[in-house]
């Protein structure tokens, strides 16, 4: 399984991107997905999740409200619409697949697969 994400850029507080994340590798549809950041100094934190069949979504509450994960599974994809954006949002962003959370979809741990990640910049 390869994961490629894409998106990142550099936006001013307030602005909008949408990162992607591209499976390859197995069926898509296997996965449940999850986004996770890393900013600077800082250790990497859960973002959002989603369930293969996207009837579940998780976000941590840092993002709620601002962020939108989504997939598709005709285009082996998922994605994370962050609107609302922040300084304090500024991180390396990277995708993941796991086939099961194993009860946390928020612990890295629960991941098999990791994505070479994305940079996003929020400047003030």
């Known amino acids: 399984v390869q994961l490629q994400a894409s998106g990142g850029g550099l936006v001013q507080a307030g602005g909008s991107l949408r990162l992607s994340c591209v499976l390859s590798g197995r069926t898509f549809n296997m996965y449940h997905m999850g986004w996770f950041r890393q900013g600077p100094g800082k250790e990497r934190e859960f973002v959002a999740a989603i369930t293969w069949n996207s009837y579940h979504k998780y976000y941590s509450d840092s993002v709620k409200g601002r962020f939108t994960i989504s997939r598709d599974n005709a285009k082996n994809t998922a994605y994370l619409q962050m609107n609302n954006l922040r300084p304090e949002d500024t991180a390396v962003y990277s995708c993941?697949?796991?086939?099961?959370?194993?009860?946390?979809?928020?612990?890295?741990?629960?991941?098999?697969?990791w994505g070479q990640g994305t940079q996003v910049t929020v400047s003030s």
């Open positions: 993941a697949a796991t086939e099961y959370f194993n009860g946390n979809y928020s612990m890295d741990s629960s991941y098999d697969y």
